[in-house]
């Protein structure tokens, strides 16, 4: 699935491919805005890892979780 992360008074988003659900990083993300939580940690598909201030977030954009097709179809 595709994350897509906007910063605040940032001109470029963060995006990467992970391998959790979107039910598990929309939990993930309304737990640590309830609990004020100073940031949010991810993990990619490649192994790296990203940290995200709450305090800075614009939005999270969540991608479908169906694999991308290759190719031509009709």
């Known amino acids: 699935m595709e994350i897509?992360?906007?910063i605040i008074n940032t001109g470029?988003?963060?995006s990467f491919e992970t391998a959790s659900s979107a039910d598990e990083v929309r939990t993930q993300v309304s737990t640590a805005l309830e609990q004020n939580t100073?940031?949010?940690?991810?993990a990619d598909v490649k192994?790296?890892?990203?940290?995200?201030?709450?305090?800075?977030l614009a939005y999270i954009?969540?991608?479908t979780e169906e694999s991308r097709r290759v190719g031509f179809f009709a």
């Open 47 to 56: 192994g790296n890892s990203y940290l995200v201030p709450t305090a800075n």
């Open 4 to 6: 897509r992360i906007g």
């Open 61 to 63: 954009e969540l991608g």
């Open 38 to 42: 100073s940031h949010l940690s991810f």
């Open 12 to 14: 470029r988003e963060l």
